[in-house]
C-alpha cells in the first residue's frame, strides 16, 4: 500500500507538508507528479509549486536526482520503505489544484501526490494531520478509519477532491445512492434547503435518464464541493465527486423563491458536472483507457463527451421542472448567439478544436474569437441538431436512445468514434451519421432552425448591439473604453482597432462607453466617426466608416409557434419531456 501523511504545515505561508512512503521500492524508484488533470485539457505544471524533496530508506538519506521538471529517482536497497518528503505551495482557487490558507484548504491529489511508478496498481492511502480544530473534512473517496481515506489504486486516488474547514454540509437520496452537499464560503441569507431540493430533483432525472425506473447508480455515494467566491464559475467532474466554484450572490437566498439568471447558471454546472458521472468518467474516449498523467492525451471526440453534455445540462433542468419551455429556449438561444457571433466558428471544425484544446481552447487570448470554436458550446448545437434530426425522422429516434446504447454497449466504458458513428447510423440511418460526420469534420453553421421548425419553435433575429455592428468586444468603465477583442471581418477592424486600444474620444467628444460614440453623431448630417485612439502611449486618429453595416453577428430569439402543428407540438413535448 502507498501510504500519503499530509499535514497542513503552515496555513499562513499556504504550505502543505507531503510524505509519501513506498513499500518495497525498486532499485532505481522512480516518482512523479501529474502535469495536468484528467478533465482540464492543459499541461499545468503542477510541479511548480513542490520544494526541496528529500528522501530516507530506513535510517540511511538518499539522494533525489531530478530527472525532469516533475520526475524524480532514488537509488534504493533492499526491500525497506522508501519516505519520499516535500513541501507544497497551494493558493490557486480553481477546482483544478490545491489552496489552503486560515480559513479553507482544497487539493486535488494531482497536485499533491506523487506517483510511485511501478506501483500504480496498488491500494493508495491518505492520512491529514494538522486540521485546525473545528474544520471538517469533505470527500468522496472511501473513509478507511477517522483519519484515513482509501483508493483502490493511483488513477481513483487521482479522481478525489478533499474540502477541508468550516463549511455547511447537506444530505440528500437519489436513485437510491446517498448525495452529500457541501458548501464552502456562503452568505447567512443561503437557502440551503432549496439548492438541496432542487440538487436532487436533477440527480433523479438523470439517474431516471440512464437507468430507467429501477435504477442502478455506478456509484455508492456522491459528493458536491461547492466553493463560493465573490466571482467566479466552473467545475471539473470526478467519478464519484465534483469540486465547483460560484459566485456567493448566485446561491438561493431566503426569502427569495424566484428563479434570477445566477442560480439557474449554478443549476446549470450543477446538472453539467453530475451528468459527467457517467458521460465522460465512465463512457469515455477509447484513447482515455488509462491516463498518461506525463503529457497531453489527444482525443477528436470532446465535442461528444463535453458539447453533448453541455446540451444536456440545461436541458435537465427543463425536464425535471426547474425552468419552463420559455426559460429554456432564452438559455439555449444565447449559445446559438455566441457561437454563430465569433468568425472562429468558419475557421476550426468542433473535432479540431478537441483536438487543440490543449494548445488553443485553454489558451485563449484576444484572437481567439477569430481563430477556434468551443467544443462545449458548438458540440451542445450539434447535439441539439442531431437529436432533433433522430426525433423527426420517419424511423424516430432520439440522442436518449443513442446515449443509452452506448452506455449500455460499452458497459460504460471506453468507446471509440466508429462507435458512435455506426451507432448514429442503426439508430437513424447512414444519412443521418454522414450528416453528423460533416456537422462534426465542417465548419458550416447546423440547419437549426428549420430542424426547430418541426418542433413548433420559431427562429427570429432580435436588432444587434452596437458591439456586434461594430465587430468589437470592449471594457466599459469609468477609466476609460478599452478594446479587448477586434473580429475578423467587423467596422473595427476596417477602421484599425487593436486589441489593447482605448478610445479616448470620438468626433472631438471624451467618450467612456461604447453608446457614447452615436451621442456624439450630428443626427442632421452623420458623417464617418473620427476617433482618438490611445495605443502604445501613443495618440492615433482612426475613421470609423459610416454607414455601418447589417452585422451578420444578430442575437437569437427562439419562441413557440402559436398555431404549430400537432405532431410538432407532440415532438416538442417529447423532447422537453425527455
Known amino acids: 500500500m502507498i501510504h500519503y501523511r499530509i ?50 530508506q530506513g535510517s540511511r538519506d538518499i539522494a533525489a536526482h531530478q530527472t525532469a521538471k516533475n520526475r524524480w529517482e532514488f537509488d534504493c536497497s533492499g526491500r525497506g520503505a522508501l519516505v519520499v518528503t516535500y513541501p507544497v505551495y497551494a493558493f490557486d482557487t480553481s ?36 486540521v485546525p480544530a473545528g474544520w471538517d473534512v469533505a470527500t468522496a473517496m472511501p473513509c478507511a478509519e477517522p483519519g484515513l481515506w482509501q483508493a483502490a489504486d493511483y488513477d481513483e486516488l487521482a479522481d478525489h477532491p478533499f474540502e477541508l474547514g468550516t463549511f455547511w454540509r447537506g444530505e440528500f437520496m437519489a436513485g437510491g445512492v446517498p448525495h452529500e452537499f457541501v458548501v464552502a464560503g456562503a452568505l447567512p441569507v443561503f437557502d440551503a434547503e432549496r439548492l438541496l431540493r432542487d440538487a436532487q430533483r436533477i440527480c433523479e432525472t438523470q439517474i431516471g435518464f440512464w437507468h430507467g425506473p429501477k435504477p442502478k447508480p455506478p456509484m455508492s455515494r456522491y459528493v458536491f464541493l461547492l466553493n463560493c467566491v465573490d466571482d467566479g464559475y466552473g467545475g471539473l467532474e470526478h467519478r464519484a465527486s465534483t469540486a465547483l466554484i460560484a459566485s456567493r450572490r448566485d446561491l438561493p437566498r431566503l426569502g427569495q423563491p424566484d428563479l434570477n439568471e445566477g442560480y439557474v447558471k449554478l443549476l446549470g454546472l450543477i446538472s453539467h458536472e453530475y451528468f459527467h458521472t457517467w458521460n465522460v468518467k465512465r463512457l469515455r474516449p477509447d484513447v482515455f483507457a488509462r491516463y498518461d498523467y506525463e503529457q497531453e492525451n489527444y482525443t477528436r471526440l470532446l465535442w461528444f463527451f463535453e458539447g453533448f453534455t453541455s446540451y444536456y445540462d440545461d436541458l ?32 476550426q471544425s468542433v473535432a479540431q478544436s478537441s483536438f487543440e484544446a490543449w494548445t488553443k481552447y485553454y489558451r485563449q487570448d484576444e484572437n481567439a474569437p477569430n481563430a477556434l470554436v468551443s467544443y462545449y458550446a458548438k458540440g451542445s448545437m450539434v447535439a441539439l441538431a442531431l437529436d432533433l434530426t433522430l426525433r423527426s425522422a420517419e424511423r424516430a429516434s432520439s ?21 458512435i458513428f455506426s451507432r448514429v447510423a442503426e439508430l437513424g440511418g447512414e444519412p443521418v451519421a454522414h450528416l453528423l460526420q460533416q ?25 444587434p448591439t452596437l458591439a456586434q455592428r461594430l465587430g468589437l468586444r470592449v471594457q466599459e468603465s469609468e477609466a476609460g473604453l478599452m478594446v479587448k477583442q477586434v473580429l475578423l471581418e467587423g467596422a473595427g477592424l ?49 475613421t470609423l466608416a459610416l454607414p455601418l453595416q447589417e452585422s451578420a453577428a444578430r442575437p437569437i430569439c427562439l419562441g413557440v409557434l402559436d398555431k404549430a402543428p400537432a405532431r410538432a407540438q407532440s415532438l416538442r413535448r417529447a423532447w422537453l419531456g425527455g
Open 7 to 56: 499535514a497542513l504545515a503552515d496555513l499562513h505561508a499556504h504550505r502543505f507538508e507531503v510524505s509519501v512512503t513506498v513499500p518495497a521500492p525498486a532499485a532505481r524508484q522512480v516518482l512523479s507528479l501529474p502535469v495536468w488533470i484528467p478533465g482540464s485539457y492543459l499541461v499545468r505544471e503542477f510541479s511548480r509549486h513542490l520544494g526541496q524533496v528529500t528522501a530516507r
Open 95 to 130: 477546482v483544478r489544484a490545491a489552496f489552503l490558507d486560515a480559513q479553507r484548504g482544497f487539493f486535488n491529489p494531482t497536485s499533491l501526490c506523487l506517483r510511485a511508478h511501478g506501483k500504480e496498481s496498488l491500494a493508495h492511502r491518505i492520512e491529514l494531520s494538522g
Open 316 to 347: 435537465f433542468l427543463v425536464r425535471s421542472g426547474l425552468v419552463d419551455e420559455a426559460r429554456y429556449l432564452k438559455l439555449i438561444s444565447h449559445t446559438f448567439t455566441q457561437v454563430l457571433g465569433a468568425p472562429g466558428r468558419k475557421h
Open 399 to 419: 440522442l436518449d436512445e443513442l446515449m443509452r446504447a452506448l452506455w449500455r454497449e460499452s458497459a460504460g466504458g471506453p468507446i471509440s468514434e466508429e462507435r
Open 439 to 463: 456537422w462534426v469534420q465542417g465548419c458550416d453553421d447546423l440547419p437549426l432552425a428549420p430542424l426547430l421548425e418541426r418542433l413548433g419553435v420559431r427562429w427570429t433575429h432580435e436588432k
Open 494 to 542: 476596417a477602421a484599425g482597432l487593436s486589441p489593447g486600444d482605448e478610445i479616448v474620444a470620438c468626433n472631438g467628444w471624451r467618450v467612456r462607453k461604447l453608446d457614447d460614440l452615436l451621442l456624439t453623431l450630428d443626427q442632421q448630417q452623420p458623417q464617418d466617426l473620427q476617433l482618438l485612439v490611445s495605443r502604445d502611449q501613443r495618440m492615433l486618429p482612426l
